[in-house]
């Protein structure tokens, strides 16, 4: 199955590069994503809510649920973890959204305001967009983190 995957995914790129088209995968799979993709959108509760090239995105993700889905996967370009971290708790009910920010139930970085007023996707590096009201302190200590 896997195989078949690759191989399928291996005819895209090569289309794609012969006929000079872009090609949209929408996956949960990061390997896929970090082998084709040139630039990512992350989504979150039917929104984009992260975007940036597939290497500043995984080197320097803004967003709670992107740093989320890169710590719950193993990682060929970072030092061995002790063990994966999956992301606590359930995706919100899409027919009853918060007017806040739909991950503020899971996330780690929460502050009140965080529930009374949906972020804005902002600029926060070079092509680099996310809809997180704490992004600058989210990657601080994602950078602490990592290099500790
Ligand atoms: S806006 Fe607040 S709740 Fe939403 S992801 Fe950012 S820190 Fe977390």
Not at 18 to 37: K, M, P, Q, S
Not at 83 to 90: F, Q, R, S, T, Y
Not at 106 to 112: I, L, Q, S
Request: positive net charge; aromatic residues 8%; charged residues 25%.
């Amino acid at each position: 199955m896997v195989t078949i995957q690759a191989q399928i995914l291996e005819v895209m790129n090569r289309l794609s590069r012969e006929f000079g088209t872009a090609i949209i995968i929408i996956t949960h799979n990061l390997g896929v994503v970090a082998r084709y993709a040139d630039r990512v959108n992350v989504m979150y509760a039917g929104k984009v809510i992260e975007t940036a090239s597939a290497k500043e995105l995984y080197a320097n993700p803004k967003h709670p649920y992107t740093v989320g889905l890169l710590n719950s996967v193993p990682r060929l370009d970072q030092t061995r973890k002790e063990k994966l971290v999956p992301i606590e708790g359930l995706p919100p009910d899409l027919a009853h959204l918060p007017q806040g920010c739909p991950f503020y139930p899971r996330c780690a970085w929460r502050v009140d305001h965080c529930r009374e007023e949906y972020p804005p996707f902002k600029l926060v590096g070079e092509k680099h967009y996310a809809a997180c009201w704490e992004s600058d302190r989210v990657h601080r200590e994602v950078a602490v983190g990592a290099a500790s």
